[in-house]
């Protein structure tokens, strides 16, 4: 099956969801699964649910947050238990992540350290945040041990933060934001997360340097 079909046929099925009594639980799983091992964003059909009941949106961004943040201890005890061997070689579910996850290669999975080394808390933040997959952060973040609590507090501020905006812009204005959110939403993220983590080393060099 061409990729393009497969992913396509894949974000159909998990927009039908939307469609069932079982929405608001197969947005959890979704959320759940999307911060270790699958490839569909939640915001898809977070989009979907609150745009067909708009009084519940923050209820759902709510349930979407939990849901990832979950996920995103899962993708870390893959990475902290599993990742490798005795001999500290990849082991066999490191090889399947690099098979399986497009563009998540031996030498990307060392570039992450090197992010978590400089950037710490922003990385994981602006992963959960932005279009980066967290996935990868969440699994490398393990592998790597980072600090725990740390990566707790980013990733429930980064992707509290990415599905609470996409649920206010609904919750506001409607079926007329959609297209935009889907459009440049990805774009608006990174952007504010450019000027987030800029205004805070200002802030920390003028402060303490």
């Known amino acids: 099956m061409n990729t393009m079909n497969y992913f ?8 039908s969801w939307a469609n ?3 929405g608001a639980i197969a947005l959890f799983v979704l959320a759940f699964a999307e911060s ?10 977070l989009i979907a649910l609150a745009l067909g009941a708009t009084h519940k949106a923050f209820g759902y961004a709510v349930n979407c947050t939990v849901g990832s943040v979950l996920g995103a201890f899962l993708g870390y005890g893959i990475g902290y238990f599993l ?3 005795s001999d500290k070689s990849f082991s066999p579910i ?3 992540f690099f098979e399986q996850v497009p563009g998540f290669t031996p030498a990307v999975f060392y570039n992450i350290k090197t992010l978590f080394e400089k950037w710490d808390f922003w990385i994981i933040f602006t ?5 980066i997959p967290y996935k990868l952060f969440t699994v490398s973040g393990g592998a790597f041990q980072i600090d725990l609590m740390m990566f707790t507090l980013a990733s429930v501020i980064g992707r509290g933060a990415r599905f ?4 206010f812009l609904l919750w506001k204005f409607g079926v007329t934001i959609k297209l935009f959110i889907e459009k440049y939403f990805n774009i608006i ?15 920390k060099n003028t402060l303490f340097f």
């Open 164 to 167: 609470f905006l996409i649920a």
């Open 36 to 45: 270790s091992v699958f490839p569909i964003a939640p915001d898809v059909l």
């Open 20 to 22: 069932t009594p079982y």
């Open 83 to 85: 990742w490798w061997n």
């Open 189 to 203: 993220a990174i952007c504010l997360t450019i000027i987030v983590i800029c205004a805070f080393v200002t802030l």
């Open 94 to 96: 490191a090889t399947f």
């Open 8 to 15: 396509r046929r894949l974000y159909d099925w998990v927009l």
């Open 127 to 131: 992963a959960g945040f932005t279009p």
